[in-house]
């Protein structure tokens, strides 16, 4: 997913009179700091294929929310805005609805053109944002939610490199002030302590740029001190309007400079969305940093990548490059510009070894030079790769202005089975054709799994992770594969099956069902199921003990495992028919069954254990609407605690401090944390996987740190700093 902030805008620009926020009017909400968080790009608004709402009238708003996709916490969203089909030149706004709208334009179009932009918006009060047709003509009105800022976690660290973003507000318009900007100068612009901006304490601004009225052809660069770099923030054609969204440092006067790199003189108008918190203070989580504008990219001298051919994509190292840092870091904020380009087209930006997901960057015609900013997150690998989306070839230069921060560990883990042993510190696996990759959060990035054909079971007592990949057929191994603390893995058999014997009863042809397994340290690891046939029912168990491996069976059906300490785990079971339970202990190197559930019947289900702690295990009744019950287990003594507020089934997972679960409530996703003894209701945000109440994986880190994971690859929950909130990663 990128996370696009500007395009090429053509036609009329708003004007700079009447509605203006200028310092001085009523003002707007207290902006606040938040940090930056990518979201999978969800469509909330399309009035060319949805009848309601209906597509603006001319001077009219349409008002739209964010389908879910943002925390109400959220102090400004990041909107992917597109106009279709216009029938005159004019433009869109985009503001907080219930605000005074003000006389800025968010993005520009012709007669006919249907042509893209982003813009950083504030929330009204409601949750929802207005969006203007400034035309004298009908259109169509697309939104596309691409991210959002939001306050720091509780605890985190609150200083440099928080965005806070403001009403929009006109800082330059030499069309009605200071006149042109002559060919080959630079004209300073004051921006500190002016429409938002505060006087001291801001490091960077995200301003607006427009040129209009170029006699010639041209290029505008913004940077704050020092010499002027060779790069470009703007780029545009003779007699055009254009725009970009641009990530400007700002001087020590509190200045920007902007330098006409053209023939001939053009007008500049910049907008002031947002500024950048300075400090001394190492950026945290989320955090913007602005960088010296620095040329990473241009396939016109094959400088990071050759030409790409149509339909390809030019991949392009941006960590440890351009004053990027070479680790802890998740995005990066690039210029990138399309020129010498053969048919009309498209650049999507996005994470190498992702999908471009469909979406544009910027959209070009032939032989026209276009330049867009985006933040594009980073690839497991360190690269980005650029998509030329057209039929014929096309340049790309590339600049880098900035990039987001992400200490080690904070990132939110990959699709694919996960566990974490720290917060935000897991490993994910990932299984296609035949290979596995595991992509970690911890800064060691992806790597494959050798030998492996498919993802097993994983489990992360530590940064050490063991995956077990099980085969049963005759004559197949069960391996086991290691990971390292570097993310290398190294594989070893535990077990060879026999050749298959024809000898052998029918029902011994029934494959085993796993369900539960769970590692207490390195090497000591347990596997739980069951066998169901015509003749046989039972369940089994598999110890994996450094390089001994055992296994047994017991009456009843296995369902899950959980260790509190190394050798010392439980398991659940059923009698096999969903009536009676019981429970399986494995300490001092054996088992003992109990089956008993304790108070009441119903077979025992989904279990966790706090570390050195009790576990909790939900009790499963076949399809009651009631309050789940939960049984506390304390060494093998088993006693009825408080209901969980929730409906079967119920998913537990316990860190050391405390347990959460997740069921329903009337059908939709709810979750609850207990402290072992009693429960309370936690908030879900509102999601595609809260609506169909769908977990397939729910696990924490010893340090209270969360997922949760449904059937569609996208639907991931993370728990952290004491609230749910969706998942950034894709």
Known sequence: MVLTLTALLLGGLAPATAGTTRSGEAPAAEPSAGVFHPVPARRVLDTY??????????????????????????????????????????????????????????????????????????????????????????????????????????????????????????????????????????????????????????????????????????????????????????????????????????????????????????????????????????????????????????????????????????????????????????????????????????????????????????????????????????????????????????????????????????????????????????????????????????????????GATSAGFLSCPTATCQMLEVDDRPSRSWTFHTRAVDGSWTSRVVKTNPPANPNDPPYYDSPTVYTGFTCSALDECVLVGYYDDTVVRGGERYVISGKTFTASSSAGEYGRVACRGVGDCVATKSDGFGFDGGLSYFRGGSWTDTDSTGPDKGHLDSVACMPGGPCLAAVYYNGTTSPTPVDRIDSQQVTRIADVPLQEPVELACSATACHALGLVDGRLAAAVSDGSTWTRQDLPSTPQRASGDVRQLLCSRDDYCVARGSAPAEQLIYAGGRWRTSPSY
């Open 49 to 450: 294929v949805n009848a309601s709402p209906a597509r603006p009238a001319p001077g009219q708003a349409v008002t739209t929310g964010f389908g879910g996709a943002v925390p109400d916490d959220a102090t400004a969203v990041v909107l992917n805005l597109t106009v279709r089909g216009p029938r005159t030149p004019g433009h869109l706004t985009a503001w907080p609805h219930g605000a005074p709208q003000p006389a800025v334009s968010s993005l520009n179009f012709a007669a006919g053109q249907t042509v893209a932009n982003a813009v950083v918006v504030r929330p009204g009060d409601d949750g929802t944002v207005d969006v203007l047709n400034g035309s004298t003509g009908a259109l169509d009105v697309v939104v596309d939610v691409t991210g959002y800022f939001a306050p720091p976690a509780p605890g985190a660290d609150p200083a440099a490199g928080r965005f806070v973003a403001g009403t929009p507000a006109r800082v330059l318009d030499t069309r009605e002030s200071s006149g042109t900007v002559p060919a080959g100068g630079t004209r300073s612009v004051p921006v500190a302590g002016r429409d938002g901006v505060p006087q001291a304490g801001a490091s960077a601004v995200l301003l607006n740029l427009t040129t209009t009225r170029a006699a010639a052809a041209g290029y505008l660069t913004a940077w704050g001190d020092g010499a002027r770099p060779g790069t470009s923030s703007v780029v545009f054609g003779a007699g055009s309007t254009t725009a970009t969204l641009a990530l400007v440092p700002l001087g020590e006067d509190g200045h920007v400079s902007l330098f006409n790199g053209s023939t001939k003189p053009v007008d500049v108008v910049a907008d002031v969305a947002g500024y950048v918190e300075g400090g001394s203070a190492a950026p945290g989580d989320g955090s913007i940093v602005p960088v010296t504008p620095t040329r990473f990219l241009d396939t016109r001298s094959a400088k990071g990548a050759p030409t790409p051919a149509a339909r390809h994509s030019a991949d392009v190292k941006v960590l440890g490059t351009a004053g990027v840092p070479a680790r802890e870091v998740s995005a990066v904020v690039v210029s990138l510009t399309a020129t010498r380009e053969q048919k009309p087209g498209y650049l999507t930006a996005y994470a190498t070894g992702e999908s471009s997901a469909g979406v544009s960057t910027l959209n070009f015609i032939a032989a026209r030079t276009v330049g867009n900013l985006a933040v594009v997150p980073v690839g497991s690998d360190g690269r980005i790769s650029v998509l030329n989306g057209s039929a014929g070839r096309a340049d790309i230069v590339g600049d880098v202005v900035g990039y987001v921060a992400q200490p080690a560990g904070s990132q939110d883990p990959a699709p694919g089975l996960t566990d974490c042993w720290a917060a935000g510190r897991c490993v994910s696996l990932q299984s296609t054709g035949g290979h596995v990759a595991a992509l970690a959060t911890d800064g060691t990035g992806r790597h494959a799994v050798p």
